[in-house]
Every structure is written in structure tokens, then in C-alpha cells.
């Protein structure tokens, strides 16, 4: 049977957030039902958590770059829907990253001043800019003063990217889904994790920094590459730590809206178990090819009830200081 579920990649969309709405054409065109369940944070997906063996969701904006004014104004709009629901949500904040700034203050008000965030989910990249420049630096302090993870999430590719990478000869909705979910956003965040390593000691997932990442989609290919990047990072600079280590120490990986127990086999025989965590993608992938997958791993033999108790909820509770609650 499979264990109570936690799941920490599950977006809405907020009142305030109409110009990020329009990002999701390509979502809201080919997923049925997928603008209101966006639009919720009450009963339908407390419905389809109970549907789905789901006992905690830690809740997030989705990707889309916000101004100081609407990360605040989505931010109190989670905090009344966990105050409603302490049991059942949690929150990672949004962040405006392209002011680094005001991403710090955001973040410190929402961990110590509002009841339930757990940390933060921001978009991979401001623009252009990845976050491994020293302006960035006090953010990435302040994550770790705060001693919470900070989900990096896929997000829309610039212009620039977009005809220089997925523009070709076939249609605009093969461009649209190759830049985003169906290729583009995985290898982008990727990309910068390994940009964070490289930019040194002073950077963060660096030697002696306390920095939590996640990384979600079974590691955005982090593991199917691990032993490459492990044979040609030295190349990359001098550094205290090999990037095995930093892998092992600063990083944590998700489920999320991968279902098929294959890239799983992987990443159980280079990943530490406590590093694995349960996550759906909602409402872009269902609750319930979540826990289908997760009753495909149980039966599958790669992991003991111990293990399968750990990726559902135990390392989640550990990592964010939550407790799963019974519901009977």
C-alpha cells in the first residue's frame, strides 16, 4: 500500500497575475480543465489530494516573471489558503528575481512573518540573467540564513532563446512545447545548476554553503549525465568540492510529471535515497499518474517500504519541517 504523499511542485495561479496568464497558451490549449484547477486553492484540489492518497501539497505560483507588488499580493493570497488548510498546504514563495534585492526581503518576510512557507519556488532565469553573479550573492545568503530550500523552476524561454534554439522547420505548437515542458525547460535548469558549481567558491552550491536547492522532473537530467560532469567539471576550475559532492549535499530531486519507473532505476543507483522526493506537477500532470507511478514503484522491487516511505513524505518532512497528519 502505498504511504501518506507529499507533493511540493503543485502550482496556482493568482488573482493578480492576468500578463503571466498569458504565457500558458500551449497548457491551457492541450490540458482539459487545467484554468480552473489553476485558479483554485480550496476544494478541487483538496478533492483530488483525497482522490489520490495526497495528504500535504506545498503549493506554488507558476513560472512567470512577477513585479515586487504581485509576488507579494499572490504570496498573502497562499498564506489565507494555508491559514484555511494548516493540515493539508504549505507554501514556497514567489520571488521577484529580477530585483535580487527585494527577492531576499520577500522571502525573509514570508518565512518569518507568515505562518506555512517552507521556502521558495523561483523561475530558472530573470530574463537573460542566470543567478550566479555576485549580485545575487545576498539572496542566495539569505536562503541560507533562513535555512530554507529554494525549489529552481523551469521558465519561459526569452525571444532570443526562442529563435536561436527552437525556432526550425516545423509548427509554432512544436516550437511552444520544445522550448517549455518538452525539452527546453528541463536542459535550462540544468544549465544553470551546474553554472552555479562552476562560478566558483563564491557562488552558491559551492564549498561551505549551506545551500538547498531542488530540482525537479526526476533532476532536470542532472543524473542521466552525473558521470560525465563528474569526468569533465575538474576542468572547470579549482575548487574545494567535485561537483559528486556538492550533487550529494546541496541538491534534491523531484518526481514531478515524470511516470515511468525507468529514469527512476537511474537515479536510485547514483542518488542518496533521503535526496528523493514525491512530487505530481499539478494541475499540468495529474494527481492520479502520480500515485499510479508511485504503486509501480512499490511493486517494482527497486525499493524497500522503507525507501518508498522515504520519497513519499519522510524526506519532505525532514527537508521542510513539516509532519504528515493522519486524515482518519
Not at 507533493?7 to 497558451?25: C, I, P, R, W
Not at 487545467?34 to 506554488?60: C, H, T, W, Y
Amino acid at each position: 500500500m502505498v504511504p501518506p504523499l507529499i507533493t511540493l511542485e503543485e502550482h496556482f495561479l493568482s488573482e493578480n497575475a492576468d500578463d503571466v496568464k498569458q504565457l500558458y497558451s500551449e497548457q491551457l490549449g492541450s490540458i482539459p480543465g487545467v484554468a480552473e484547477k489553476l485558479a483554485d486553492i480550496g476544494p478541487i484540489r483538496l478533492k483530488s489530494m483525497d482522490e489520490n492518497n495526497i495528504f500535504m501539497q506545498v503549493v506554488s505560483h507558476g513560472p512567470g516573471a512577477m513585479r515586487v507588488s504581485q509576488c507579494q499580493a499572490a504570496n498573502d493570497q497562499l498564506a489565507a489558503a494555508v491559514r484555511a488548510h494548516p493540515d493539508r498546504f504549505a507554501g514556497f514563495a514567489v520571488l521577484p528575481m529580477a530585483d535580487p534585492d527585494a527577492a531576499a526581503k520577500e522571502l525573509a518576510r514570508c518565512v518569518r512573518e507568515i505562518q506555512g512557507f517552507v521556502g521558495a519556488l523561483i523561475d530558472n532565469r530573470s530574463g537573460n540573467t542566470y543567478y550566479d553573479g555576485p549580485e545575487y550573492d545576498g539572496f542566495w545568503q539569505a536562503a541560507q540564513d533562513l535555512d530554507v530550500p529554494i525549489y529552481l523552476h523551469p521558465t519561459w524561454p526569452t525571444p532570443e532563446q526562442t529563435d536561436l534554439l527552437y525556432t526550425g522547420n516545423f509548427a509554432k505548437s512544436a516550437t511552444l512545447s520544445l522550448s517549455a515542458s518538452g525539452w527546453g525547460w528541463h536542459a535550462d535548469v540544468g544549465l544553470h545548476i551546474l553554472r552555479l558549481f562552476a562560478a566558483g567558491d563564491v557562488r552558491p552550491v559551492s564549498p561551505r554553503r549551506r545551500l538547498k536547492i531542488i530540482a525537479g522532473h526526476m533532476g532536470e537530467m542532472l543524473p542521466f549525465m552525473l558521470q560525465r560532469i563528474m569526468l569533465l567539471s575538474p576542468r572547470w576550475g579549482a575548487r574545494e568540492r567535485p561537483f559528486r559532492e556538492v550533487y550529494d549535499t546541496n541538491l534534491w530531486i523531484t518526481t514531478s510529471g515524470v511516470w515511468s519507473i525507468d529514469p527512476m532505476a537511474t537515479i536510485l543507483r547514483n542518488t542518496k535515497i533521503e535526496r528523493i522526493l514525491y512530487s505530481v506537477d499539478y494541475p499540468f500532470a495529474k494527481n492520479e499518474d502520480g500515485l499510479r507511478f508511485m504503486q509501480d514503484l512499490e511493486q517494482s522491487g527497486l525499493v524497500t517500504p522503507e525507501q518508498l516511505e522515504c520519497i513519499a513524505y519522510r524526506n519532505s518532512e525532514e527537508l521542510l519541517k513539516l509532519k504528515v497528519k493522519s486524515r482518519e
